[in-house]
């Protein structure tokens, strides 16, 4: 079959596509057939994304062959931003490999969204293929405890519901702790209106709160999402002086947590968080020089080297290793007190 055989377009310009995505997606995850990608990934696959929703089709057939999608995030520490690219429905057709349109769709994905995107992250198993792109495994991930989570052995005092069942008032409740706790205290998503009214439609994802003596909301857990997070809780939240008491009662369960939060875990295993990428190279330089309060300057990233100055001390790395030192795991001692281990909350990782 000929290269020119096949069309590049996105599901913004052909959203009758949409059912053919998700069909190829599932099949080539071997996804659970009780279970949705497209509402499990919603903020990926969400129309408001059609636009960075790329797919190859074939003319002969007028079938979706291959698919990759971009969801632009911002990420924040101190108050300070970045543009990232999170990737992910990432998917071809076993019948149609080896002719490069994986290989085509995320240089033209990287293309489109480096004039932006100061980082790019994705998840997967499959190591070799995705250093070939410049991405490498980075970031700390701990898991405090071995316990799967179930409903009949939750903490005391926590009520399980859904985003979507949540009164409007409670609703509100649980983006303000978000907003006031977590994006102030992680390196962490910022979550806008487009994003929670996407997140409020989730029903794959258990919600567990925990209410003061007058009802009102003072911490929150999320456990469950897809094939893949089923009985590990993903996110949690609070009022700031209830996190110390919360994280003991969510202790001995899988909970997810940045590398940050080490002292919370009895295992002290660190994981790698994702694979991450080198963006935008003026956006990665602001950010870590504003994060860092000026004591760190980004000079230069040419080929697979970067340069970069901490205090008065200049270093330069591989693309790899600069990773890991700035975002972990194990980052360089000097810059651990950035807290930049990198907590994307399942509600939002693709």
């Given at each position: 079959?000929?290269?020119?055989?096949?069309?590049?377009?996105?599901?913004?310009?052909?959203?009758?596509?949409?059912?053919?995505?998700?069909?190829?997606?599932?099949?080539?995850?071997?996804?659970?057939?009780?279970?949705?990608?497209?509402?499990?990934?919603?903020?990926?696959?969400?129309?408001?994304?059609?636009?960075?929703?790329?797919?190859?089709?074939?003319?002969?057939?007028?079938?979706?062959?291959?698919?990759?999608?971009?969801?632009?995030?911002?990420?924040?520490?101190?108050?300070?931003?970045?543009?990232?690219?999170?990737?992910?429905?990432?998917?071809?057709?076993?019948?149609?490999?080896?002719?490069?349109?994986?290989?085509?769709?995320?240089?033209?994905?990287?293309?489109?969204?480096?004039?932006?995107?100061?980082?790019?992250?994705?998840?997967?198993?499959?190591?070799?293929?995705?250093?070939?792109?410049?991405?490498?495994?980075?970031?700390?991930?701990?898991?405090?405890?071995?316990?799967?989570?179930?409903?009949?052995?939750?903490?005391?005092?926590?009520?399980?519901?859904?985003?979507?069942?949540?009164?409007?008032?409670?609703?509100?409740?649980?983006?303000?702790?978000?907003?006031?706790?977590?994006?102030?205290?992680?390196?962490?998503?910022?979550?806008?209106?487009?994003e929670w009214s996407i997140i409020r439609e989730m029903d794959s994802i258990d919600l567990?709160?925990?209410?003061?003596?007058?009802?009102?909301?003072?911490?929150?857990?999320?456990?469950?999402?897809?094939?893949?997070?089923?009985?590990?809780?993903?996110?949690?939240?609070?009022?700031?002086?209830?996190?110390?008491?919360?994280?003991?009662?969510?202790?001995?369960?899988?909970?997810?947590?940045?590398?940050?939060?080490?002292?919370?875990?009895?295992?002290?295993?660190?994981?790698?968080?994702?694979?991450?990428?080198?963006?935008?190279?003026?956006?990665?330089?602001?950010?870590?020089?504003?994060?860092?309060?000026?004591?760190?300057?980004?000079?230069?990233?040419?080929?697979?080297?970067?340069?970069?100055?901490?205090?008065?001390?200049?270093?330069?790395?591989?693309?790899?290793?600069?990773?890991?030192?700035?975002?972990?795991?194990?980052?360089?001692?000097?810059?651990?007190?950035?807290?930049?281990?990198?907590?994307?909350?399942?509600?939002?990782?693709?």
């Open positions: 079959m000929n290269k020119n055989s096949f069309t590049l377009t996105t599901l913004s310009e052909n959203p009758e596509y949409f059912e053919d995505v998700i069909s190829l997606i599932e099949r080539e995850f071997h996804y659970n057939t009780t279970l949705s990608y497209a509402k499990d990934f919603a903020l990926l696959m969400d129309p408001l994304n059609f636009d960075n929703c790329y797919l190859y089709v074939d003319q002969e057939s007028n079938t979706v062959v291959s698919h990759l999608a971009v969801c632009p995030r911002i990420m924040i520490k101190n108050n300070h931003t970045i543009n990232v690219g999170l990737i992910g429905g990432i998917a071809t057709d076993t019948a149609f490999r080896n002719r490069d349109l994986f290989k085509n769709l995320m240089n033209h994905a990287l293309s489109v969204h480096s004039k932006d995107c100061g980082l790019f992250i994705l998840w997967s198993e499959i190591t070799g293929l995705y250093e070939k792109f410049s991405f490498h495994l980075s970031g700390g991930l701990i898991e405090t405890g071995h316990a799967t989570f179930s409903n009949s052995d939750r903490p005391v005092g926590f009520t399980k519901t859904s985003f979507k069942e949540l009164p409007a008032k409670d609703f509100d409740c649980i983006q303000k702790i978000y907003r006031d706790f977590n994006q102030k205290y992680f390196f962490t998503v910022v979550r806008e209106e487009k567990y709160l925990k209410r003061n003596e007058d009802g009102a909301i003072i911490k929150y857990f999320c456990v469950n999402k897809g094939h893949d997070l089923t009985g590990i809780i993903h996110e949690v939240g609070c009022l700031p002086d209830h996190y110390l008491p919360m994280m003991k009662s969510l202790q001995k369960y899988r909970t997810w947590l940045p590398e940050s939060e080490l002292a919370l875990s009895s295992n002290k295993d660190i994981f790698f968080t994702a694979f991450m990428r080198l963006g935008n190279f003026n956006a990665l330089k602001s950010f870590l020089n504003s994060v860092s309060d000026g004591q760190f300057e980004l000079y230069e990233m040419t080929g697979d080297q970067v340069s970069f100055r901490f205090g008065t001390i200049e270093h330069q790395s591989s693309h790899k290793d600069f990773l890991q030192y700035m975002f972990g795991p194990r980052p360089l001692k000097e810059f651990e007190g950035l807290m930049l281990s990198p907590y994307i909350p399942g509600t939002d990782s693709i």
